[in-house]
């Protein structure tokens, strides 16, 4: 080792010690001044990890006072309500938690409500990505594991807040319980494995403890390490923007500016999360009472990322097959099993369905502003839709209660809408994509509308009318007018090629995608326009100045009087 | 845009025109980076003392914050609750200890972000981004290093090794699965009986009250909320609340001639019937009961059966309906169940049949 410098600071010595037996100033050399791009959708992804860093520490602290035991105890807290009601000591110390530890509910209530703005932000961090197009190569495996965390996240979630074995938390045990039940051929053996026998035994919570705090966070853990490491290594896409290539990025040094920004924000999520939980009560538990499978309330609603799935369940219809002396209950498994594997295949796939599509092989690292990719955006927008729709018909019995009408029709609506309503999502969301678009154009073409008149010296009036910012017009200049495919579908000898309908099919799929396009200006268009905007501001300018010259002589602004008005 | 309006520095400040020369292979016409504004934090010191003294002002603020949230700990008693405007009773020490400790951790936060936007700097720096893919000479490289130890370990060359090795290795995971086996009891035909099979003629408990039902208990239009007689002793012997997920079930009364069908051949008594409380659904307790149109509505899923036809599933996702339990009068007047339901209740399985 050179010793160029001696360290004669502790930090120094320090950072000397770890160098000489791990090199560290190899790897932080290349880092420390690595550059990340800047815009606000970026922070989403931050919002899920600082809260999934957040749900570590709470749930942390949450063990060391919660007993994940089915065992039955006479509460004798300080909750007067429940004082000598037999429970679980899951529930009892849940109770503990709320009353009798100082801090406890808090931490309870920032896990909870941590838990909540995870899976959001994740779920709104993925629409980001997806309607970006960031997914594309050479990040495909990074959407997959961004699927796969955030279905971990929900099952993680409904994990969480069945623990406490309250009254709601049971009954969403016992629904998990029959759609196990409902799994065909072993699901008796799946439903009689995860609790021990019957349900709802003893052992299911302890097992469901387990999965809670060991096996589920640390996949998570492992899996969000990946994600930030691939993040790091393939360096973040950027946003179309003055100086920004595929090849480049532009934007701010990871030390010390991210380090102060992310570092921030991570307090940030931190404080807003506390200060909600301070302000804002989350599953009182105590108010449901301990659960017991022959009671439920009413109007029981699940976390919102369960919704969709209850939803689900919910709308389909009453659909069993018995046949030789077995039970399919297709009305379970259709919409609890069959529908969200499919959602979440699809999702996972989703990078290669389009390549698939668009035969677009080449390396992204520049994003798409959604209008940019019409057909993109409104699949999306047609899949949000149909989640939505499921999502609200988890509230069909809410809907009926608060507008007094019947469940019966609000269902059946619920049923026809899930099925209408995404396709006409996708088709005004096309059309809006594509107005955009021209928006743009007129934009780059004829600049910004200024509200500002101008009177020409021969009496004409004239609008003035301001060119966009470079950055402004980078923005728009960054798409990319894509081709349609148009893949061979005979051979040398004109003869079909039995290749022919594959490529047929993505040949109508690539111009389904591609094909209606409101192509940019070209370079002579946009240097037409801004000789016209030199001009335009070169009269305006010389107006101002004869204003300011006649003004600086004692001139008064000539104000037309009524009857002149009328004149003209 | 030319800022043409403020005279004096519009004056001279000639902008620098776009030029649409610049493009990728892909079509896009790229722009150059724009130029840098200053903020006033660069070009004004005192407006950079300012922001430094904001910027640690928060920081001291935070420090204040977790001080005294330590003091709200030792000093607030964690049963005392206060009245807050909009938001009602609440804990005062879950509010003070959040609004303070959150308070403080969003102070450290704006301070930090505020330190990084005002004075750290905020010009825009590029850099160029590596090739992903790595070098034909690394690929072929690779290749051949790894052709060298297949080879060296004769993983090819040696069928049996490989042959048997993969057949271990395929087998490998089948005892581990195996150990999975005990996490259970064998469902037997467990899901087959309830606690009204136990014994014959077992009288029936309200829930409510805890005593024993007679038929004039339940006026026509009423409900009771029932369990078996003996329930709370075998649930305590079983140490679980097993026998009570199947057996609790519901007791209506309607004018017997409303009645339309029963399960069984007078399976009511005096317009009393008694169906399972689990929905056959997925097993949630069905609890909302119409009194006019005799129809039972489980909160869960909406699911909604006709009492007075059988417990006809009418609307809703479930597809069966609720098992009905044969009542009839001891010797002592009081309700009893016959015998156990004639099928399963609850959820659908797949032995079910």
């Known amino acids: 080792m050179s010793t160029s410098t001696q360290p004669s600071t502790p930090v120094g010595k320090t950072a000397r010690w770890v160098d000489d037996r791990y090199t560290t100033s190899n790897a932080l050399r290349r880092n420390l001044g690595k550059v990340f791009p800047d815009h606000w959708s970026f922070m989403l992804g931050e919002v899920a990890l600082y809260s999934f860093v957040i749900l570590l520490l709470s749930g942390t602290y949450l063990t060391l006072f919660f007993k994940p035991s089915m065992v039955d105890v006479i509460y004798n807290g300080t909750y007067v309500p429940l004082k000598g009601v037999k429970m679980t000591e899951a529930y009892a110390s849940s109770l503990d938690i709320s009353f009798d530890v100082r801090g406890g509910l808090l931490m309870r209530q920032i896990h909870h409500w941590a838990a909540l703005f995870f899976v959001g932000a994740m779920t709104i961090h993925m629409f980001r990505v997806f309607f970006t197009g960031a997914f594309r190569k050479p990040r495909e495996v990074n959407w997959v594991i961004g699927t796969v965390l955030v279905l971990l996240g929900i099952v993680e979630g409904f994990a969480g807040y069945s623990l406490p074995d309250d009254l709601l938390s049971g009954t969403g045990l016992r629904i998990t319980q029959g759609i196990a039940s409902a799994i065909p051929i072993v699901g008796t053996y799946v439903s009689f494995g995860l609790f021990g026998g019957e349900f709802p035994g003893t052992d299911f919570l302890p097992r469901l403890y387990a999965i809670h705090i060991l096996l589920i966070p640390g996949i998570i853990l492992a899996l969000v390490t990946a994600h930030l490491l691939m993040v790091w290594y393939q360096k973040h896409t950027q946003w179309p923007g003055p100086g920004r290539t595929e090849n480049n990025v532009v934007g701010y040094r990871f030390f010390p500016v991210y380090m102060a920004k992310a570092g921030g924000f991570f307090f940030i999520v931190f404080g807003v999360t506390t200060l909600i939980s301070a302000f804002v009560t989350i599953n009182p538990v105590w108010m449901f009472g301990p659960y017991t499978p022959d009671q439920v309330s009413a109007g029981s609603q699940p976390d919102w990322y369960m919704g969709f799935l209850d939803g689900a369940v919910r709308v389909m219809p009453n659909l069993e097959l018995v046949f030789w002396h077995h039970t399919l209950s297709l009305n379970l498994i259709v919409p609890a099993v069959v529908l969200p594997g499919i959602m979440t295949l699809l999702l996972g796939a989703y990078p290669w369905i389009e390549q698939f599509v668009t035969g677009d092989k080449r390396e992204h690292h520049l994003l798409d502003r959604p209008r940019n990719t019409p057909t993109r955006t409104a699949l999306g927008v047609t899949a949000i839709t149909f989640y939505l729709m499921l999502w609200v018909s988890g509230a069909n019995d809410i809907i009926a209660t608060t507008f007094e009408s019947s469940i019966n029709a609000i269902t059946i609506s619920l049923r026809i809408l899930l099925f209408v309503v995404p396709p006409i999502a996708f088709t005004i969301t096309k059309r809006i994509c594509l107005s955009l678009q021209r928006r743009d154009n007129d934009k780059l073409l004829h600049g910004h509308e200024t509200g500002r008149l101008l009177r020409l010296p021969h009496g004409e009036f004239v609008e003035i009318h301001a060119p966009l910012t470079q950055k402004e017009q980078a923005e728009i200049l960054g798409k990319v007018d894509m081709p349609v495919l148009a893949l061979e579908t005979v051979d040398a000898n004109g003869v079909a090629a039995p290749w022919a309908l594959v490529n047929n099919l993505r040949n109508r799929l690539s111009s389904w995608f591609y094909a209606i396009n409101v192509a940019k200006p070209s370079p002579a268009e946009l240097e037409a326009a801004a000789g016209h905007f030199s001009h335009v501001s070169a009269v305006e300018l010389e107006a101002t100045h004869r204003h300011r010259e006649f003004e600086a002589l004692g001139g008064v602004l000539h104000q037309p009087s009524e009857d002149e008005s009328v004149k003209h | ?353």
């Open chain 2, 1 to 353: 845009m030319s800022d043409t309006t403020h005279g004096d520095t519009g004056h001279g400040h000639e902008v620098e025109p776009i030029t649409y020369t610049q493009s990728d292979e892909r079509g896009r016409i790229l722009l150059g980076l724009d130029e840098h504004r200053s903020r006033r934090t660069d070009t004004s010191q005192r407006a950079a003392k300012r922001a430094e003294r904001q910027i640690a002002g928060m920081f001291t603020f935070a420090a204040i914050c977790f001080v005294a949230a330590i003091a709200a700990y030792l000093l607030v008693p964690k049963h005392d609750i206060v009245w807050v405007p909009v938001l009602g009773n609440v804990s005062a020490s879950n509010l003070s200890l959040g609004g303070l400790i959150g308070l403080g951790t969003l102070l450290i936060g704006v301070g930090a972000i505020q330190w990084a936007r005002a004075l750290m700097p905020d010009e825009e720096v590029i850099q160029e981004r590596h090739e992903l893919r790595g070098s034909d000479e690394a690929r072929e490289d690779t290749i051949e290093q790894f052709r060298r130890g297949a080879q060296e370990s004769g993983f090819m060359s040696r069928p049996i090794i490989r042959r048997s090795l993969l057949g271990a290795m395929a087998l490998f995971p089948l005892p581990i699965a195996f150990l999975l086996g005990d996490l259970g009891t064998a469902p037997d035909d467990k899901l087959r009986h309830t606690a009204w099979g136990n014994k014959p003629r077992t009288r029936i408990l309200n829930q409510g009250s805890g005593q024993m039902v007679r038929p004039e208990d339940l006026a026509v239009g009423g409900l009771i909320n029932a369990i078996p007689v003996g329930l709370t002793e075998l649930e305590e012997q079983e140490g679980s609340q097993n026998a009570r997920a199947k057996a609790a079930i519901i007791l209506v009364r309607m004018n017997p001639d409303e009645i339309k069908s029963t399960q069984g051949p007078n399976w009511d008594y005096e317009g009393i019937v008694a169906y399972s409380k689990i929905c056959t659904h997925v097993g949630c307790p069905i609890s909302l009961y119409q009194q006019r149109t005799h129809s039972l509505l489980c909160p869960c899923h909406q699911s909604t059966f006709d009492l007075s036809d059988s417990g006809r599933a009418v609307f809703g996702p479930a597809a069966r309906h609720m098992p009905q339990l044969q009542l009839d009068v001891d010797s002592e007047g009081y309700l009893v169940a016959v015998g156990d339901f004639a099928e399963p209740v609850g959820p659908s399985f797949w032995e079910r049949g």
